[in-house]
Structures are given as C-alpha cells and as structure tokens.
C-alpha cells in the first residue's frame, strides 16, 4: 500500500517510481519490470528494441523544434540489491516493497528500497510520459543484471545505440556531478574438507551476529563499516579445540556483510572462555567501528551439529579469513581520503557438508594498481589449497574533465541552483566505462537524488533532492 504521505511532486516520477516498488525485480529476474517499461511505450506509441541479453532501449521522439539536435542516451539499470534484516518475512521474487516516509526519507520496511537505480528508471520514464518536458530525440536504454556484475552493459548489443552523449542516472549524492567510475573483478573459491562426527564430549554451539549497517562495497568502503566475516572469524580464531560445522555470511559480492552465524564444536574448557571471548570481541570492536555499526551484537546460543571439520582444517579456514584482505586499499594521491583508488570486499562465506564457499571483489581506478592486490589473493588461495574461478571483470570510466557536456552541465548547475556543484569520480562500477568501450564516441555524464545505505535494508531516498534532481536534468536536455 502507497503510504499516505507519498510524495506527489514530481508527480510523472513519483508515479513511475511507486509502480516500480511493487514489482519484485531482482538481478536476472527482470521480465517483470521490463514489461512495465514496454507497456508504458506503448501506451505512448514509443518504438523499443531489446537485445538478446535482455537490454532494452525505448526511442523517444523529439519535441516539437528540437527534431534536428542529436539523440541523447538516458540510462539506467532495472535490477536491484535485494537484502533484508533477519527478522523480516519478504520474499523479493515475489513480494512487492512496503514502503516508509520518515523524516524527509522514503525507505521500506527492513529490505533495500532499490532507489538504486528504480529513481534513475523512473526519471528515464517520466521524460517519456510527462507532456511538459522539452527534450531532443532521447534513447531510454535499460540494462539488465547490473548489480551480480552489470553483466547486462557487458552483452549489450550497441548497435542498438545511435547517441554520442549520455546521461547515467545512478550516482547518489545531489549537486555531484560524476566523470569516471572503478573497473572491477572478483573471485569464487571453493574447497571440500573431509567431515567427521562431533567428539563425544564435545560442546555444541552456534554464534550468529547481528546489528551491523552493512553497505555498498564501493561507495562505503571508506567508511570502515564492520565485516561480518571478519569478526565472527575473529571470535574463534586461535581458540583451542574449536572444529566448524557450518558457515554462513554475506549475500552478495557488492554488499559489505552485516550479518550471518557460525556453528562448531569445542571443548568444555573453551566452552567456558567463550562467553567472555565474545564480549570482549564485541567491546573491541564497539571501539573503532562508526557509529552506524553501534548496535552490534553476538548472540551465542546451544546448537545440535552432526558433521564437523577436523581441527586442523577448522584453525586453517579461520586463519584464511584472518588474512584475506578487506576494505580500502589505496587513497587517491590527488585527493588523498576523499577518493579511495583500489579496494577489495570480502563478502560471502559458506561452510555446509565440508562445501567451503568463498566470494570477494575488487575496484580499482588504475587497473596495474590492482595487480599487486590479485597476486597476494591469489597466493592465499594457493597457500590455503582452494580452486578458484576469477569473474568476468569490467573496465573504469577514466574522468574527462574537458567533457563538453561536463561544461554545459556545471553552468547549468550555477544558473540554476546559485553554487557550483562538484565534479568527482565515483569508488563504484558504474555502467558508463563499459558503455565508453563499446561506444568509445560517447561523452557522459552521471549524477542523481541523494540515496543513503545502498545495497543494505537500511537504505533510503532524500525526498527533497528528487525535485531538484528533476528539475535540473528536465533543464538540461531542454538545453542539449
């Protein structure tokens, strides 16, 4: 149910974006919200084209006087982060989103809102369905896939394509102004380890953790936001008798994990350190983790396993998670902490049956920057005997300050709003560097509304940046 005080202005993009909301639309399951899409262009009478990939591009003709400028690319992608705390009931393959205005903020009940990018999408397909607009001839292209690897941009059919400017709608700080994105990559490692019964006189147990923000990999992995992988392994690490049953951390490999538990086995003498290992753990951490991780918890509770890992394979996985790097790796020398040039995300963990699961990612700005950063993972993994399979990666947006519709955006901006916005470069795998290699005539710009908490259930939209955000992008294509 809309929330008695949705917003109503815009209303073209508030309309679009509430319809949006209510159509599950995780990665690779987009047909539903793409069909959206087509039911609004042809309820326009606007052509559209899709790829084999399911890429989908709607042509907006041109209002009237404004037949003979050149095309302009609007893109977004249709795909969401689909993350929930533990205690909500939602299924995001079939549940629609319960949406909450709260203190300025539209946000959903305890999941992501997938403002990243559904606003961007609902400003692509209100320039479409709002009479008022004055625009050249536009290509609404909506990618597929975009948040498990923007698998979709990489098998876009670009001939699709006939535009040289393009505006990307998935940048989520007002009055930024964005010129060049990460490149990025990752890994899957496994390994099978034998199992055995628990020892007789064993003690059962399971630690789960809870509480923590959790985020988006790139944007916020300068904040320093606790991992859950990383200490819940802290908790164990090094304990004496200690034998894992079960692992089971992180949800995706762009999302910095929040939460997840570990079951094991160990003696009654580690048994009653445990306790008191774990709270002191916790008012470790409490220490130098921010703010936003401030209702960490560990919650230790009797288990009942039946296989467990032996010792020694138990302290070698743990000390595998000790050592695998995570967050920021590199700062900028230019702009030193206000732009991070090279991270990793350590993201999900599973242990079932002896089935060991591991999955990371990496960004960087300068690819042979990142090198070094592959080598040592890669040494881990063979020092730890796992197979790995490396994934597809995707290529940077290197910044083009002389971009000629970076010059035309920022007068507009100073026109518009009285101040200068600022022009960055984003800690984030955007589409726009893979869309530049396959079109490498484009000129891009990015920027969007104020989005906080991406790619975790805390995320939320800042209403009061949409009519700005509007108003500045209906202004600039009116100039274009």
Known sequence: MKPDNYPATPAHLWRHFYQITQIPRPSRQEAAVRQYVIDQAEQGGHPWRMDPAGNLVVTVAASVGMGDREPVIIQNHLDMVTVKTADKQHDFTRDPLSLVVEDGWLHADRTTLGADNGVGCAAALALM???QVQHPPLELLFTVDEESGLHGALRLDQSLLRGTRML??????????????????????ARTFATGTPPVAAQHWTLSIEGLAGGHSGIQIHQQLGNAIKLLGQCLQGLAGVQLAALDVGVAHNVIPREGSVSFVCSAPTSARLAARVAQIREQALG????????LEFVLQAAAVD????????????????AFPHGAQAYSLELGSALVDLSIN???VRLLQGEFFLESSYRFFNAAQSLPLQQSVLALARAFALTVKSVVGYPGWQPDMDSPLLAQARALHEQLFGTAPAVKAIHAGLEC?????KKPDLD??????????AHSPT???????????WRFLRELLAQM
């Open 129 to 131: 369905t709002d009479p």
């Open 288 to 295: 130098y983790l921010p703010l936003a991780d401030g209702q």
């Open 444 to 453: 891009i710009l990015s920027f969007g509304p104020t989005i906080r908490g």
């Open 168 to 189: 990307n709608l998935d940048t989520e700080e007002w009055q930024e102004l964005y010129v060049g994105c990460t490149g990025g990559g990752g890994w899957e490692f």
């Open 433 to 437: 560097g893979i869309l530049k290699g």
């Open 307 to 322: 296989h467990v890992l032996a010792e020694p394979d138990s302290a070698a996985l743990l000390d595998l998670l000790a």
């Open 346 to 348: 350590l993201a999900r």
């Open 459 to 469: 995320e939320r939209l800042h209403i009061d940046t949409v009519e700005p955000f």
